[in-house]
């Protein structure tokens, strides 16, 4: 199965950088998304990485090393509205290619 | 729609009786997810469904527990005997059939809030 870890919480200040990082563990790696999930709402889509390095869509960045089992997901310049809960989610050749999802990351961002 | 419905958005019911939720997917997506979500949790994996296979059930809780999909659009998620613990959000998701289109991500409905009284 897969296991894959990330941070219960964090907080961080208007403006700021945050980092959230998640690491996992699958016998047949075939991608990792990143959601935001506000609270009361559907989770919705961010990012993607299936290969090695950074992708930078906006203020969000994210992050992957298949070699690690690592990902990161960058939050630049803080706003109110970025206070929400970040999913990293793995998708496994050896699991019929569906998302697994860790438990989340509830990020507070303070003024 | 544009987007992944659900129905009903909430449902209160008693212990022991039966509900049933559906979802409609995004039209062409022919993988369909449930998972479940209670509160301030992650997603919980229910059960998959990839145009005609056999659906990965391998996430159901029960036997209690058990979902179709009929015509390779429409499912319904049954819930027999409610009991307390399965109160929880329920989310559908819709995605093009992803071993041919990884890099398409799931794209999730409003969910189900489901309360048992």
């Known amino acids: 199965g897969q296991n894959i870890d990330q941070p219960t919480e964090m907080t961080a200040t208007e403006g700021a950088i945050v980092q959230i990082n998640c690491t996992y563990q699958?016998?047949?790696?075939?991608?990792l998304f990143w959601y935001q999930q506000h609270a009361g709402e559907a989770p919705t889509f961010l990012s993607y990485?299936?290969?090695?390095g950074l992708e930078e869509k906006g203020r969000f960045s994210s992050f992957l090393s298949r070699s690690k089992g690592y990902s990161y997901l960058l939050l630049k310049e803080l706003q109110m509205k970025d206070s929400a809960s970040y999913l990293c989610?793995?998708?496994?050749?050896?699991?019929?290619?569906?998302?697994?999802f860790g438990g989340g990351t509830r990020v507070l961002v303070k003024p | 729609g544009a987007g992944v419905s659900q129905s009903p958005s909430n449902k209160v019911t008693e212990k022991g009786k039966d509900v049933e939720l559906r979802c409609d997917p995004i039209?062409?997506?022919?993988?369909l997810y449930w998972y479940r979500q209670s509160l301030g949790q992650g997603l919980e994996f229910l059960i998959y469904?990839?145009?005609?296979?056999?659906?990965?059930k391998s996430g159901l809780p029960s036997d209690r527990f058990s979902a179709e999909r009929t015509g390779g659009s429409v499912s319904t998620l049954t819930i027999q005997r409610t009991q307390q613990e399965d109160s929880a959000v329920y989310l559908c998701?819709?995605?093009?059939?992803?071993?041919?289109?990884?890099?398409?991500?799931?794209?999730f409905g409003d969910g189900t809030r489901l309360s048992i009284l």
């Open positions: 998701a819709s995605s093009l059939r992803p071993d041919r289109a990884s890099n398409q991500p799931q794209h």
């Open positions: 699958t016998s047949g790696f075939n991608g």
């Open positions: 990485n299936v290969l090695d």
């Open positions: 989610a793995v998708r496994d050749k050896a699991a019929g290619n569906k998302l697994t």
């Open positions: 039209s062409g997506h022919t993988a």
């Open positions: 469904f990839q145009g005609n296979s056999a659906p990965d």
